[in-house]
């Protein structure tokens, strides 16, 4: 008798006896989504567009993904691969198949891969030991994470990460809504760093509201985009006579694999 179920992909045991306590409903579904569209179709790392994320999530707005991806990230059950001007690629974390250990952490340990802020706690209930929900830790882990990787991209004078996350949320009311909004800033590092304005000051006078934003082109919209688009399902574009034939049979494929295509 076949012990396999036909068209199912496999998930770890640990990812439902204990993270689908530890996480957020919707983190927990966007972990499952990447692991269908990486282990469920044999591949180590996929593209896959925000709008994907914000659609399986039943989202109206891109940005309000960025949360769960950074709660995924920092307990490292996911790695994301970045490339300015690409889609990003998604990944699986070292931590994904593992349990979480004994005194309550992930095996990461207790502080991030930096050493400056704490990874989640993440007890056998729902609260830690001084009374903390694991929600409250784990938005507390995604904020720091979030500050963290805006803080890495700016080049100007700055403090360390602790010391201007701080700050930051001493300034502004409204900081939990401003950190999402980071996450596609542009930021203009080809001049020179002594005309950079120092973190703190830029972070002051609400300097991001008037930056550029970073508009990355959807893979259907670039021919290099929809060349590795066909490479990812075994198509080339010198199979076919002629261009517009590569992109139609890329799009079909792409289609029929659940991706959303414009």
Do not use: C
Not at 215 to 234: F, L, N, R, S
């Amino acid at each position: 008798m076949n012990k396999f179920i036909p068209n199912s992909f496999q998930v770890p045991n640990v990812l439902v006896d204990e993270y689908i306590t530890k996480l957020s409903s919707h983190s927990f579904k966007l972990l499952l989504f990447i692991i269908r569209k990486t282990k469920g179709w044999q591949k180590t790392k996929d593209t896959i567009p925000t709008t994907q994320f914000a659609k399986a999530l039943g989202l109206k707005k891109t940005r309000h993904v960025y949360p769960y991806i950074a709660e995924l990230e920092a307990l490292n059950l996911i790695k994301v691969h970045k490339n300015l001007g690409k889609t990003n690629q998604y990944s699986l974390g070292k931590n994904f198949d593992k349990p979480v250990t004994k005194k309550g952490s992930t095996q990461t340990g207790t502080s991030d891969e930096k050493g400056q802020y704490p990874v989640t706690k993440m007890g056998s209930g729902t609260s830690d030991e001084k009374g903390h929900s694991s929600k409250d830790i784990n938005k507390t882990t995604i904020n720091k994470h979030m500050f963290l990787n805006f803080w890495e991209r700016y080049k100007g004078s700055k403090r360390e990460p602790k010391t201007e996350y701080t700050a930051f949320i001493k300034m502004h009311d409204d900081w939990e809504e401003i950190l999402p909004k980071f996450e596609d800033v542009i930021l203009d590092n080809s001049i020179d760093e002594d005309y950079i304005p120092k973190l703190k000051n830029y972070l002051l006078n609400r300097e991001w509201e008037s930056a550029k934003r970073i508009k990355i082109p959807q893979w259907w919209e670039t021919k290099q985009g929809m060349v590795d688009k066909g490479k990812e399902y075994g198509l080339k574009e010198l199979d076919f006579r002629h261009f517009q034939q590569f992109r139609a049979a890329v799009r079909k494929e792409a289609k029929e694999h659940g991706e959303a295509v414009a």
